[in-house]
């Protein structure tokens, strides 16, 4: 492995935080409604999210 990779129990204690606070999720939302513009379609969420609003500039 590069040296450059962080130990493993660092990458696993961020992943956990981001996946608790809900920010893999909301990548997730962010991605699917830029690809749903990118074909001509609606960028809608397909389902009720914790998140207010999410803005793709």
């Known amino acids: 492995m590069p040296k450059e990779i962080p130990p493993y129990s660092t ?3 961020y ?3 981001f996946r608790d606070e809900g920010l893999l999720e909301l ?3 962010v ?3 830029a690809a749903r513009r990118q074909e ?3 960028a809608m969420m397909l389902a009720k ?3 207010a ?3 793709i500039l």
């Open 53 to 55: 609003e999410i803005v």
């Open 31 to 33: 991605l699917v409604m």
């Open 27 to 29: 990548i997730n939302d």
């Open 49 to 51: 999210r914790s998140r």
């Open 40 to 42: 001509g379609r609606e």
């Open 15 to 17: 992943f956990y935080k």
């Open 11 to 13: 990458v696993q204690c």
